[in-house]
């Protein structure tokens, strides 16, 4: 079975930080780029940052760039989420997921970051930011 479990949600302040883990099994995580999401209260779930489990590279969004953090370890197949200067606005369900690699020449990950392109979802943690 496909496991995504996603850890490391909790309560910090603002200006703080916290690293989120994904542990995955079930899936050839070479073939995989995994992405982390992130859903707020009444809002739409937004793509964070996505890596490929194949080469290691990474993809953010501009929005996401500088104070989050994509990282992974292929023996442990876990992506981690390294989260800083976190402010109130951060605060959300986060959501790592899966998608079949697809290797876009020109774009290279970034069409990855795309709820229609993963293919596994795990449960989300919840991070909270208080300010």
């Known amino acids: 079975d496909v496991q995504l479990q996603a850890s490391g949600g909790g309560v910090v302040q603002a200006g703080g930080s916290l690293r989120l883990s994904c542990a995955a099994s079930g899936f050839t995580f070479d073939d995989y780029a995994i992405a982390w999401f992130r859903q707020a209260p009444g809002k739409e779930r937004e793509g964070v940052s996505c890596?490929?489990?194949?080469?290691?590279?990474?993809y953010y969004p501009d929005s996401m760039k500088g104070r989050f953090t994509i990282s992974s370890d292929v023996a442990k197949n876990t992506v981690y989420l390294q989260m800083n200067s976190l402010k109130p606005e951060d605060t959300a369900v986060y959501y790592c997921?899966?998608?079949?690699?697809?290797?876009?020449?020109?774009?290279?990950?970034?069409?990855?970051?795309?709820?229609?392109?993963?293919?596994?979802w795990g449960k989300g943690t919840l991070v909270t930011v208080s300010s």
């Open positions: 997921a899966a998608g079949f690699e697809i290797g876009d020449p020109d774009y290279g990950l970034a069409p990855q970051l795309d709820v229609a392109a993963m293919n596994y």
């Open positions: 890596i490929s489990g194949s080469d290691g590279s990474t």
